[in-house]
């Protein structure tokens, strides 16, 4: 069973949009903790996915690769950070950028809760289900997949991603200022591996690493997942 395009458009958008909206949330709270109130001031600690929006990175690049197929990713509007205001600017500056893909990693710990609840529902029904019961599940699926893909995404140590700040945080000021110049380049960089097939070389291993240990955590069948990501991966035909 696969489902067509437009019923996965609708179980891929609220997963997608909270694991980008909590992941710029997150950045903002933890700078607060050290200092920075500037996204508080610029109204960026909110989860109204309005506020963090960008027309491109939000809705039509996921939407393009989820028709496509491919991996699936998108961002929203970076939230400001002021790293003059931190306490401890390259310390904490490496923390704000780890608190992003570390949203994304409880929040896949939490759809996979949910997606475990779900599985264990549709069991209790025999064989049964319902409309309502396989959209939460395959949202659910979808949340695990989404959130995993981003914080790998993100942990690559390619400046302007979060990787690259953690990065530059632990490293040597001399190294780290080289690491830093590399940030005008580092969207080029990560769309040439994009298009050459690179970037899914690099992540996927990762990725896999990443599902099969929250699945084993929170005890969800590998075969049960597997099952219904195959309903809703992207792909055209569907």
């Known amino acids: 069973m696969d489902l067509a395009w437009p019923a996965k458009l609708a179980v891929w958008i609220v997963p997608v949009l909270f694991a980008i909206t909590v992941h710029e949330v997150a950045h903002g709270w933890v700078a607060r903790q050290f200092g920075d109130l500037t996204a508080q001031k610029q109204g960026r600690l909110t989860l109204n996915p309005i506020k963090h929006i960008d ?9 393009v690769l989820l028709l496509m197929g491919g991996i699936l990713m998108g961002w929203a509007r970076p939230v400001p950070v002021e790293v003059r ?4 600017p390259k310390r904490d500056m490496a923390i704000v950028a780890a608190a992003g893909p570390a949203a994304n990693l409880l929040m896949a710990l939490g759809w996979a809760v949910v997606t475990r609840l779900a599985v264990d529902y549709h069991r209790a029904l025999e064989g049964g289900t319902s409309v309502v019961a396989l959209f939460v599940l395959s949202a659910a699926v979808a949340g695990v997949f989404i959130n995993t893909v981003l914080m790998v995404l993100n942990l690559l140590p390619v400046p302007p991603l979060d990787g690259g700040r953690v990065l530059a945080g632990l490293l040597p000021a001399p ?8 940030e005008p380049f580092g969207l080029i960089i990560v769309l040439v591996l994009l298009i050459t097939g690179g970037l899914g070389w690099l992540m996927l291993p990762v990725v896999n690493f990443v599902l099969v240990t929250i699945l084993d955590l929170v005890q969800v069948s590998h075969a049960d997942f597997t099952t219904v990501y195959a309903m809703i991966r992207p792909r055209w035909g569907g």
């Not at 190294?175 to 590399?182: D, Q, S, T």
Request: charged share 15%.
């Open 55 to 63: 027309p491109v990175g939000t809705v039509l690049v996921p939407a």
């Open 175 to 182: 190294v780290a200022g080289w690491l830093e110049r590399v």
């Open 85 to 88: 205001n931190l306490r401890h």
